[in-house]
């Protein structure tokens, strides 16, 4: 029916009044809208992107994906996790669970490098879940990450996870190596000493010497930059003095600063004494945390041998950060108390770059 000739709406009237749809409507009845949702999908990751792979912590990346529910869904796209930085994963263990499980897997199915080693050395070390962490660890490896192809050198010189027959030199050479291409300071150093011994590969002293000297380039410069972003210098436990001669000495000055997969293994073997097992220990070099996998996989000091270390950068680290000040000759009691089969030879410091 026309309402128009039924109620006989005068034209002016109806040219003068406002349609329905424009008029005013009350802010409690008005519909909220979700913040964002005029930006584009595509714009959304973009920034997204951008903030996980500078983010400082793992809350910083968090608390961005809980501005909204779209922020939320969006987060979790391959484009997003796949540039996650290192510090998005710097979980601490007190804040383990199995939510932060889910989340690593989730930026390891995103392609993410860093979740992949992450989680490789968790599961290989804390969770004893020695096929499923190398496998993960290699997968970063194949991505040319410099701390993946280092820790499963380390694996491969120790022969961790196995027996004692299980250890391959040419193997750890290899990745140590690769490594030291991407200028890793401990495989620069792991590489360097199998030159100057001939261990596993064709003496090459000057060779060795050469790859020291970059070790200790590469440690200054890192430790200038600690500095220059502290603003200041703090004095260590210490008690031998600072040593400012060239090169690693500057490691005195400076705590560690590991990466957040050994800040991870520290704090979760700290928590967890009872789950390192009889027999074993752990690295001696307080910014490693790597644990023995069958007792005396680690090679101890050849002076004092109450220390063991996973490596030659980690014992290097040590020496120059305290222990060089703590050693002291052993006693013969104590020597009779040691396996004399041990795994590896005993770490000489008159070796040390």
Same mark, same amino acid.
Do not use: A, K
């Given at each position: 029916m026309n309402l128009r000739k039924k109620l006989r709406v005068s034209p002016d009237f109806e040219e003068k009044s406002e349609p329905f749809e424009k008029?005013?409507?009350s802010p409690d009845f008005e519909e909220k809208s979700e913040p964002f949702e005029k930006l584009l999908d595509d714009l959304v990751i973009c920034i997204l992107s951008k903030l996980c792979s500078s983010s400082s912590s793992p809350s910083h990346f968090i608390s961005a994906l809980l501005v909204c529910k779209r922020f939320n869904q969006l987060g979790m796209n391959k484009l997003v996790l796949s540039n996650a930085c290192s510090k998005v994963f710097d979980i601490r263990a007190r804040n383990w669970s199995e939510s932060a499980h889910r989340f690593l897997k989730l930026c390891v199915h995103g392609g993410s490098i860093e979740a992949c080693y992450f989680l490789g050395m968790v599961r290989f070390y804390c969770m004893r879940d020695r096929g499923g962490g190398a496998s993960l660890m290699a997968k970063a490896a194949i991505k040319s990450h410099a701390q993946a192809l280092y820790s499963l050198a380390v694996i491969q010189f120790n022969g961790s996870g196995g027996a004692k027959s299980d250890r391959d030199i040419r193997a750890g050479i290899a990745l140590s190596a690769r490594a030291a291409n991407f200028c890793h300071v401990g495989a620069l150093r792991d590489l360097a000493h199998c030159l100057k011994n001939g261990y596993g590969i064709k003496q090459n002293k000057d060779k060795g010497r050469r790859l020291l000297f970059r070790a200790s380039v590469r440690e200054l410069s890192s430790v200038l930059r600690r500095v220059g972003s502290h603003g200041k210098i703090q004095k260590r436990h210490t008690t031998g003095g600072f040593g400012l001669g060239f090169g690693s000495d500057f490691l005195s000055l400076l705590e560690p600063n590991p990466d957040p997969a050994s800040r991870f293994l520290v704090e979760w073997f700290k928590l967890n004494e009872g789950e390192l097992g009889p027999g074993l220990k752990l690295c001696s070099y307080s910014g490693c945390g +790597?644990?023995?996998? #069958?007792?005396?996989?680690? #090679? +101890?000091?050849?002076?004092? &041998?109450?220390?063991n270390y996973c490596s030659r950068g980690c014992q290097t680290l040590d020496w120059k950060a305290g222990h060089k000040v703590e050693c002291s000759p052993v006693g013969a $009691?104590?020597? &009779? =108390?040691? $396996?004399?089969?041990? $795994? &590896?030879?005993?770490? =000489?410091?008159?070796?040390? &770059?």
């Open positions: 008029l005013p409507v +790597r644990p023995e996998t #069958r007792p005396y996989e680690f #090679r +101890r000091c050849s002076v004092c &041998g109450v220390v $009691d104590q020597w &009779g =108390d040691m $396996d004399p089969n041990l $795994d &590896g030879p005993d770490i =000489d410091h008159n070796e040390v &770059g």
